[in-house]
């Protein structure tokens, strides 16, 4: 429209305002022309207005713009307008970047499902993790929390596959993961790094182990304890007796 193009933004900006209350195909079209808008002002007035509006062709566009625009503001208001969706209508557009070999998106993807967590977005995490592709290493820690935040019985085996990695803080996220669950034996897993090489390990292991509320080991807690009363490392003998 005319107003689209007049000289005074102010003028502009609310005349894309104004199209989030037109329920059209032809009005919808426009707010996602308009995110892709030469100025920042435009496109992050077209994000709020698609907030309010709440369609869900506009995921996709949304998700490019939190992702890719060069504008933090404009990147924040697709992300608020994102979160208005509910988790399920993300999940999908979210696992297709997080899946493909675009890196650029793969923190997008993780910030979205922790503010909108899904059992479809996290078992795909879940699945593409347990592969152990490299080029997801330097997103496996925000991974794992948001994992085990969400739901970390579930996805017991994930942290497991991690628990021997060559990376130390790799390896004490899966740890700690790994020590929320509530269900799972943790003890039969973790039991050997309590002889680790690393001493970190060795004492990030303990307390976890000290700290779970999981279910005790099926033989008992004693003979989970006793091979290490013996350890070289004083600060196992010493907190194992804690335990």
Request: proline share 4%; charged share 25%.
């Amino acid at each position: 429209s005319a107003a689209m193009e007049d000289e005074d933004k102010e003028i502009v900006r609310a005349a894309v305002r104004s199209l989030q209350y037109i329920n059209t195909g032809e009005a919808r079209n426009a707010l996602l022309e308009l995110l892709q808008h030469e100025l920042w002002d435009v496109r992050f007035e077209a994000a709020k207005a698609i907030r309010a509006a709440r369609f869900k062709q506009a995921i996709q566009a949304l998700f490019e713009g939190m992702a890719k625009d060069r504008d933090h503001r404009v990147k924040k208001a697709c992300e608020q307008a994102l979160i208005e969706f509910e988790p399920d209508a993300l999940a999908t557009p979210m696992i297709e970047k997080l899946v493909g070999k675009d890196k650029s998106y793969y923190s997008t993807c993780l910030k979205l499902l922790q503010l909108k967590p899904s059992t479809k977005g996290c078992d795909a995490l879940a699945k593409i993790l347990k592969k152990q592709d490299k080029r997801y290493q330097p997103y496996l820690t925000t991974s794992f929390s948001l994992l085990a935040n969400f739901d970390p019985d579930a996805y017991h085996e994930v942290f497991i596959t991690y628990l021997s990695h060559q990376d130390r803080n790799i390896r004490q996220y899966a740890i700690s993961s790994l020590g929320k669950c509530k269900t799972t034996d943790i003890y039969t897993p973790l039991r050997p790094l309590l002889n680790d090489n690393d001493r970190h390990i060795r004492h990030h292991t303990l307390n976890v182990v000290r700290s779970s509320k999981g279910p005790l080991p099926e033989s008992g807690i004693i003979s989970f304890v006793a091979p290490h009363l013996t350890s070289q490392d004083s600060h196992i003998r010493h907190y194992t007796l804690d335990l």
